[in-house]
């Protein structure tokens, strides 16, 4: 079993940055496929960001290309989303998730472990 605690949401300005952190246990860290959902109120959650095993391959969602970054520490169990040039419309709650494959962590249907999440509140 794996368990994931997300951490570092809070309220941004509209322009500003921010660093949501997910630290992982229960597994070996490496052979974990790492994702970030996010769920803004009434919408449905949605693929931001993935990353594999050993941080070499990275996938983005459309929306936020060029403006989050996904990065991993194995060492400390933990994966990051570095979110630049805030929006309003980033304002969710995020949540992080795994899956031994990196295609099926960006699947919101086949996830296998999800973080409780950590809300974003972007002001304008």
């Known amino acids: 079993q794996v368990q994931l605690v997300e951490s570092g949401g809070g309220l941004v300005q509209a322009g500003g940055s921010l660093r949501v952190s997910c630290a992982a246990s229960?597994?070996?860290?490496?052979?974990?496929?790492m994702g970030w959902f996010r769920q803004a109120p009434g919408k449905e959650r949605e693929f931001v960001a993935a990353?594999?095993?050993?941080?070499?391959?990275?996938y983005y969602a459309d929306s936020v290309k060029g403006r989050f970054t996904v990065s991993r520490d194995n060492a400390k169990n933990t994966v990051y989303l570095q979110m630049n040039s805030l929006k309003p419309e980033d304002a969710a709650v995020y949540y992080c998730?795994?899956?031994?494959?990196?295609?099926?962590?960006?699947?919101?249907?086949?996830?296998?472990?999800w973080g409780k999440g950590t809300l974003v509140t972007v002001s304008s």
């Open positions: 998730a795994a899956h031994t494959s990196l295609q099926a962590v960006s699947n919101l249907g086949r996830i296998n472990y």
């Open positions: 229960g597994r070996t860290f490496s052979s974990l496929a």
């Open positions: 990353i594999s095993g050993h941080g070499a391959t990275t």
